[in-house]
């Protein structure tokens, strides 16, 4: 052991005149420990935030979507889809139709996003059908197959409102069971199923604000849908505003034929979205633009950017403070060790020696300090992350539980930031110390 390591050592063990030094020396050992662990924390939290939520995202929706400028829809959208299937990055591609909507059963209402879907291709750019828990979306499959079964024999778009005047006013129990059973298929969000008071077999009614040009005016447009299954994203956002229905039954529902409004696409970087989205804007041509998903959530993920500094800066105080408890500790330290310090150098200890006793001092506080942080910091994230041990209101922070999700980077960062402010605090005192004149400090001994 070097020398100046061994007697920074043994200061630190040594019983001391004054035991107000050595209650200081341990309070800044935990004031470094409890802003480590601290930092770790709030750190993972602010981390596993963050992929919460983009994991939720992206089981949610696509990565990037292609659409009209004018909003108008897309137009022979199966051959523009083959096209830009062929493009690098591109997983896989699907569909859609997205509108507002209001979705009652008896007296409850509330307003929605409606997605129609082909629900096979829609499986390979999202997972959301996948977090059906109750009931099925098979009824959905049935629903797109029949619907284009109809389209390739008449081969027009397909028109339900014929079937579906006739059975509106069923004149008996056998119409009403053929009723329901003809019923387009829907699939709720938990949320909103929750708000409505449907489950599986339940009837809602679905008002499109787009209505029908009559005589007497644009009136509402609505059809019944049998809800088929109830999925659980865990993202409080989509669990309590969306709804899903075929391709078809929403083409229908509005009128729309054989046109979508948009492309969805995922692809194999979900950080490059942004240029691929670009790329198949070009490849597409005049008219079309594209949106990713981290543009459709920006503001999100600068607020947990923002919040991430916020929390490193406002918590570090913490080992601030106890950087001043160690640069006390040390000065206290350097009176006290003033006639010890006296005797090394005329003995033929160097100045740097003596300065280099205070700074390891001051450095072993911090580093044992770091190390029981780190320790306590990673333990409490592990622990909490895996067993869920707080508790979150679904409604304000979309997640039910807080996310744990500690990173390596993270602790180095944070050990790094507590070393060097433990060691800014022992530059004073350890020059002081160095300045020592040994006749001074030994003329009345």
Same mark, same amino acid.
């Given at each position: ?18 035991? &107000? ?14 802003? &480590? ?41 199966? /051959? ?54 109750? *009931? ?62 449907? /489950? ?13 040009? /009559?005589?007497?005016?644009? &009136? ?34 509005? *009128? ?114 770091? &190390? ?74």
């Amino acid at each position: 052991m070097r020398f100046e390591l061994f007697v920074a050592a043994r200061y630190l063990r040594a019983k001391r005149r004054q035991a &107000v030094i050595g209650i200081i020396t341990v309070i800044s050992v935990i004031g470094v420990a409890a802003g &480590v662990a601290s930092l770790i924390i709030a750190l993972a939290v602010n981390n596993g935030f963050r992929l919460d939520l983009q994991n939720r995202l992206l089981g949610s929706i696509s990565h990037v979507n292609l659409m009209r400028v004018e909003n108008d829809g897309i137009q022979n959208w199966n /051959t523009l889809e083959a096209k830009l299937d062929q493009q690098p990055h591109i997983v896989a591609s699907a569909p859609a139709i997205y509108e507002q909507v209001l979705i009652s059963r008896g007296a409850r209402a509330k307003g929605a996003i409606l997605k129609g879907i082909l629900p096979d291709r829609e499986r390979r750019v999202s997972q959301l059908l996948d977090s059906v828990k109750i *009931g099925s979306y098979d009824a959905l499959v049935q629903s797109q197959k029949e619907a284009d079964a109809r389209r390739r024999e008449a081969a027009i778009p397909v028109n339900e409102s014929a079937r579906n005047s006739e059975l509106n006013n069923p004149s008996s129990i056998a119409g009403l069971h053929e009723r329901l059973k003809a019923m387009p298929p829907i699939i709720l969000g938990k949320d909103m199923a929750d708000d409505l008071g449907a /489950t599986v077999g339940s009837v809602v009614l679905v008002t499109s604000p787009q209505g029908e040009l /009559t005589p007497f005016g644009i &009136v509402p447009k609505y059809m019944r849908f049998k809800v088929v299954g109830v999925f659980e994203s865990g993202f409080y956002d989509y669990d309590s505003s969306w709804a899903l229905i075929s391709l078809a039954d929403s083409q229908n529902l509005f *009128g729309l034929g054989n046109v979508v409004s948009t492309i969805e696409f995922k692809v194999d970087d979900i950080y490059k979205a942004g240029e691929i989205g670009n790329e198949l804007q070009k490849v597409a041509g005049s008219g079309f633009m594209s949106t990713n998903w981290m543009e459709q959530n920006r503001a999100l993920f600068h607020a947990l950017r923002l919040e991430r500094i916020v929390t490193f800066i406002s918590i570090g105080l913490i080992v601030l403070v106890a950087a001043l408890n160690i640069l006390i500790s040390l000065i206290m330290m350097v009176m006290e060790k003033t006639r010890d310090v006296a005797v090394l150098v005329s003995m033929g200890a160097r100045r740097r020696q003596v300065r280099n006793v205070f700074i390891l001092q001051g450095m072993l506080i911090g580093i044992i300090g770091t &190390v029981i942080g780190l320790i306590v910091g990673y333990s409490v994230s592990l622990l909490a992350g895996h067993y869920h041990l707080f508790s979150l209101s679904a409604q304000v922070y979309s997640i039910d539980y807080v996310p744990f999700a500690p990173r390596l980077i993270d602790g180095v960062l944070v050990s790094v930031v507590a070393l060097v402010i433990s060691f800014v605090a022992t530059i004073y005192p350890s020059y002081s110390a160095a300045k020592v004149l040994p006749a001074e400090a030994l003329r009345y001994e």
